[in-house]
């Protein structure tokens, strides 16, 4: 076996050999990680075997496609050691970027796609924004859309600094500062049985006899119970799709206040005996564990705390 170059000291092509390895592990392939990487298949594996030789181990089992790709037992232990060596650098980064209040460098948030819609009703971030625009002209912003249940993994990932998100389960790894709450109520749309049903003879059991429009991630114990009650159940992993199962007439589905009220007159949706099918849900400000110490991250959530208070 070659004797490991990383015994010494990290150079410039190490590093970027180490990035090229944890974009291809975090992407579940190296066809995956051309997009991501903006390298082609070809010169990632290259890199690779490169990265291999330099270490003396084998890191990755190679196949064609996705979902045969793996890391070997040490590749697991380089992608974790370096995880932690990366998000280091990037915490120093920011440090070193804060000494004599010249702060530089980047802020990525990630933020749920529909955010604009719940912004407008629950909480504006734009004048949180401006704000530590004023106190870090400097900092690069980024900002990340992706799906809710995608918006976690940005940050555990590294790819974002922090996040705002509906909170329905809460992942090692990352903490949760409560923000606000919002609602979510029972609907159905105008084709649907229940449209013209007469509201006293609207009941729980008679609700209970139709297709649920459900979330296809994980919710918390208390919206499970009530997503239970019913028996056949579609999926969705956002809200646009559990709307078009509604507008379908053949399901009834949960969608947050502000999400509905925008929606119900265009699409003439009926709310479903709302004191017994609802349920309330934590909107929080998600960061790495061990996030503290960066002074840009810290500089946005005093801004953000200033403007929830």
Excluded at 6 to 14: E, P, Q, T
Excluded at 127 to 148: C, G, H, K, N, Y
Excluded at 157 to 169: F, P, Q, R, S, Y
Aim: glycine share 6%.
């Amino acid at each position: 076996m070659n004797t490991s170059t990383l015994r010494g000291k990290l150079s410039d092509i190490d590093l970027r050999l180490l990035r090229i390895f944890i974009g291809v592990a975090q992407s579940g392939g190296f066809a995956a990680a051309e997009i991501e990487l903006n390298i082609n298949r070809s010169t990632i594996s290259i890199h690779i075997s490169n990265l291999e030789a330099r270490l003396g181990m084998r890191l990755c089992r190679r196949s064609r496609g996705r979902s045969d790709f793996s890391l070997t037992s040490q590749g697991e232990q380089v992608y974790h050691a370096t995880k932690d060596m990366l998000d280091y650098l990037d915490g120093y980064r920011n440090q070193i970027n804060a000494i004599e209040s010249q702060l530089t460098g980047r802020l990525r948030i990630a933020l749920p796609d529909d955010w604009l819609e719940m912004s407008e009703a629950c909480f504006d971030l734009a004048p949180v924004i401006a704000r530590f625009r004023e106190v870090a002209p400097r900092v690069d912003l980024q900002i990340v859309t992706r799906a809710p249940n995608e918006v976690d993994f940005e940050i555990l990932n590294g790819k974002a600094d922090l996040g705002i998100n509906t909170v329905h389960i809460k992942r090692t790894g990352l903490e949760y500062k409560p923000i606000f709450e919002h609602q979510s109520f029972l609907y159905c749309g105008p084709t649907h049985p229940l449209f013209e049903y007469p509201e006293e003879s609207i009941t729980e059991e008679v609700i209970t006899r139709y297709d649920l429009a459900a979330s296809s991630y994980k919710v918390q114990p208390s919206t499970y119970d009530l997503i239970s009650m019913f028996g056949n159940q579609a999926e969705a992993d956002h809200m646009e799709g559990c709307l078009l199962l509604i507008l379908s007439g053949k399901y009834l589905g949960f969608l947050p206040d502000y999400y509905a009220e925008a929606k119900a007159a265009k699409y003439q949706l009926r709310r479903l005996l709302p004191y017994r099918f609802n349920y309330s849900a934590e909107n929080s400000l998600i960061i790495k564990n061990g996030t503290q110490a960066n002074a840009v991250v810290n500089i946005f959530i005093n801004e953000l705390t200033s403007a929830v208070s």
